[in-house]
């Protein structure tokens, strides 16, 4: 079955960790995004690419990293850096530029920092 | 700049009434396309509806209808004879041609059917 595919669903952290959620398409999309949401709150941009080898900051990049190395993976690195990491992560893809087209979403994950 | 709002953060309402869900979009571009998700507890985002700018015409899908007015850049949800399984948090998106693949979501609305 096509679609997203995101792991772990749950994920606990230590403070001063790095972590990387995964999120993997099989929909032959071009364009890739992560959100961060928190309770009780709309989705804020972290990071989008476009393609592969590509990437651009959305509007709260700060204390993430992101690479593109392959057109399904768009892996998201929360670094220690991230003050306040403890959040719900969704990935999406699209079609990708000029298309217009709805971006498909995966299941999320719930990332604590304990 | 571009900017989704959805005023309502919490509607309550009970089984059957009609409920309308209010966005509203700014953008310069001529060419964009609007969108509803529905995000369940499970919090995954279902996709609704899309709207480009050049389509007018309003929608109806089973209890579900949308009414896009350029004129007021609105692009309005309604649920007809809500259910309780309508229950979640919907948001209303924006893509404009000029920023790529950018998506603009609002803050949400959160919509509770009490039966």
């Known amino acids: 079955d096509g679609g997203i595919t995101q792991s772990p669903k749950y994920l606990f952290r230590k403070e001063g960790q790095n972590v990387t959620l995964s999120c993997e398409q099989n929909?032959?999309?071009?364009?890739m995004y992560w959100y961060r949401q928190d309770p009780g709150q709309g989705l804020r941009l972290i990071y989008y690419s476009q393609i592969v080898n590509d990437f651009q900051k959305g509007d709260i990049a700060e204390g993430y990293s992101v690479s593109r190395e392959k057109k399904e993976s768009f892996p998201l690195t929360v670094t220690s850096a991230q003050k306040n990491p403890t959040a719900f992560y969704l990935c999406a893809s699209s079609i990708g530029r000029g298309a217009g087209t709805e971006a498909f979403f995966g299941q999320g994950t719930r990332l604590t920092v304990v | 700049a571009q900017k989704v709002t959805q005023a309502q953060t919490e509607i309550s309402v009970v089984e059957k009434e009609d409920v309308t869900l209010d966005c509203v979009y700014e953008?310069?571009?001529?060419?964009?396309?609007l969108f509803w998700y529905k995000q369940p507890p499970s919090g995954e985002l279902v996709f609704l509806i899309r709207?480009?700018?050049?389509?007018?015409q309003n929608e109806i899908s089973g209890r579900y209808s949308w009414n896009f007015q350029k004129s007021t850049s609105s692009f309005n949800f309604t649920i007809t004879a809500s259910q309780v399984v309508d229950s979640a948090v919907y948001f209303c998106a924006l893509i404009s041609y000029s920023s790529a693949s950018k998506i603009i979501f609002g803050s949400g609305t959160r919509l509770s059917i009490r039966p």
């Open positions: 929909l032959n999309h071009d364009a």
């Open positions: 953008t310069r571009d001529t060419t964009y396309y």
């Open positions: 709207r480009n700018s050049f389509d007018e």
